[in-house]
């Protein structure tokens, strides 16, 4: 009774309680109210769905996707978000330590991705995102042919002979988010939180020609170097007894977003069709950030194929993650990021291993790690040296400054 209580059922009937309470205490299964207060929610495993529940776990983290996501309204063309909603609302409200996403997975995995294998996280985060994207914009769709079905009617029916016009209120997009949420006009709930734009350009080095395009993304994949450069040993053959020892700079985030945004010589195999000229030639391709994101998502490519073997492999490669980050843009200006959430990969190739999320406490003097139904707190900064060398970040989450 103190748990159904606790349960905000006092209006409950006493007969209903009592029925309910033996069922609770009575239930053969493991149905235990054994959530701690403050305490993180764990996700049940499913079968090698690690991947899924590091990435619910980072979403429902960044607190302003979760806001957007249980305030949207509930739309038949929805079925992927309601059923986040749900996981959602478990997560925050639940008075257990772990629930499971069983529902959840059956409706928004990937088709190809078979059940009870192992499965890339950053693959399924792409997914869900794109999935929602084009649920909001069928949804939207749905919402104007039934504006425009209804103005129809009211017209047949109406004394203006049918010259009612579709004002501006009714041509507008609708976001699907009640007011208090920050999704504007014209941006779904994806776009509004993730969002950014690339801007890339290409010049050509025959004709001097510069093409000019932007494209919008919602996370920036950086390449690993499978070698550093200056890192090779010079032939000494006349000191053999000579050791030389030479200190290494650590590869940081930072670097791979400067390699990312550095301008890359398109030449060879990999030549740049020029539209002026109407054919292949050698170019030079520049990429910009346009735009940056509210909440910038960042994977870290760590899986290589190897064509000797047809597989792909795991480059252990030490980068290191600042909880700080400065993103250049294209106008000049630097915005600031802070780490909030890391999706870390262990084990030694993609085919196996396991996928965890270390979540940054409200405070910021603690972090959180949730391995499925596990969770830990850890306090003080997360510190990538005290993970074992084969537990690596692969998708790092990071919040513009000044957000709330």
């Known amino acids: ?81 309601v059923s986040l909603q749900r996981v959602f609302r478990s997560l925050k ?13 059956d ?34 769709e749905d919402d104007v042919n039934k504006t425009m079905t209804e103005m129809q009617w009211e017209n047949c029916a109406g004394d203006d002979g049918g010259k009612t016009e579709l004002t501006d209120d009714h041509r507008g997009h609708d976001s699907g988010v009640d007011s208090g949420g920050e999704t504007g006009h014209g941006h779904s709930l994806v776009q509004a939180v993730f ?5 890339t350009s290409y010049h050509c080095l ?7 395009g932007t494209s919008s993304f919602t996370d920036l994949t950086l390449a690993i170097p499978t070698t550093r450069q200056g890192q090779s040993m010079p032939d000494l053959p006349n000191l053999p007894n000579i050791t030389i020892t030479r200190a290494r700079h650590q590869l940081t985030v930072k670097d791979l977003l400067k390699n ?23 170019a030079v391709k520049t990429t910009q950030i346009k735009a940056a994101p509210k909440h910038l998502i960042i994977t870290l490519l760590r899986f290589k194929f190897d064509a000797s073997n047809c597989q792909k492999v795991k480059l252990l490669t030490l980068v290191d993650c600042p909880e700080s980050l400065s993103v250049p843009l294209s106008g000049g200006e630097v915005m600031r990021y802070q780490l909030y959430c890391v999706v870390v990969h262990s084990g030694q190739s993609s085919e196996v291993g396991h996928y965890y999320s270390w979540v940054r406490g409200r405070q910021g003097v603690e972090w959180h790690k949730i391995s499925d139904e596990e969770v830990d707190t850890v306090t003080g900064k997360w510190d990538q040296e005290e993970q074992s060398r084969r537990d690596t970040p692969y998708m790092l989450f990071y919040q513009r400054e000044g957000l709330v």
């Open 1 to 81: 009774e103190c748990v159904l209580q606790q349960e905000n059922m006092a209006k409950m009937t006493p007969e209903r309680r009592h029925r309910l309470s033996g069922f609770v205490w009575g239930y053969p299964g493991n149905f235990k109210l054994d959530r701690m207060s403050g305490q993180l929610v764990g996700l049940v495993n499913l079968g090698n769905t690690c991947y899924m529940n590091s990435v619910l776990q980072a979403l429902f983290c960044t607190r302003m996707f979760q806001s957007q996501v249980v305030a949207t309204r509930k739309r038949n063309a929805q079925p992927v978000l």
């Open 93 to 105: 409200h639940s008075k257990r330590s772990s629930i499971s996403p069983r529902p959840f997975l």
């Open 107 to 140: 409706i928004s995995h990937p088709p190809w991705f078979d059940a009870g294998q192992q499965q890339d996280c950053s693959e399924f985060l792409t997914f869900l995102l794109h999935s929602l994207e084009e649920e909001d914009k069928k949804g939207t």
């Open 195 to 199: 969002g950014g734009q690339l801007a």
């Open 206 to 212: 025959e004709c001097s020609h510069t093409s000019q």
């Open 260 to 282: 990312y945004l550095e301008p890359e010589d398109l030449f060879g195999d990999n030549q740049y069709q020029c539209d002026k000229c109407e054919g292949l030639r050698d």
